[in-house]
């Protein structure tokens, strides 16, 4: 079974930086795509940010430039370094993991093909 823990949120000014962690604790860290997912009051949960079994990247186009993911697997964690963070970005920040067995470049950022999620984590960021 595989947990997850998602860290790092906070209240941020516009153009702040912020760094989420989630820690990732079950077997086979490295076969599992990992991704970040947001959702704020009144709207669906969107993709953000996906890291694959190839160290390939994926990133919805509103955080193109600004956000990274990365991960450390002798520490089994992947982070999401968010820069220039824009009052839009407010948002509970979930962090999901699922066996990189069965996507393709189309639906890395899609919360259905994810079982495995952590808590949110709350980003607030303030004009």
């Known amino acids: 079974e595989v947990q997850l823990q998602a860290s790092g949120g906070g209240l941020v000014q516009a153009g702040g930086s912020l760094r989420l962690s989630c820690a990732f604790s079950g077997v086979d860290f490295d076969r599992y795509a990992t991704a970040w997912f947001r959702q704020a009051p009144g709207k669906d949960r969107e993709g953000v940010a996906c890291?694959?079994?190839?160290?390939?990247?994926y990133y919805a186009d509103s955080v193109k430039g600004r956000f990274t993911i990365s991960s450390d697997g002798a520490k089994r964690t992947v982070y999401l370094q968010m820069n220039e963070l824009k009052p839009e970005d407010t948002a509970v920040y979930f962090c999901a993991a699922e066996p990189d067995d069965f996507f393709d470049d189309t639906n890395y950022l899609s919360a259905s093909e994810y079982d495995s999620w952590g808590q949110g984590t709350l980003v607030t960021v303030s004009s």
């Open positions: 890291l694959n079994v190839e160290d390939r990247t």
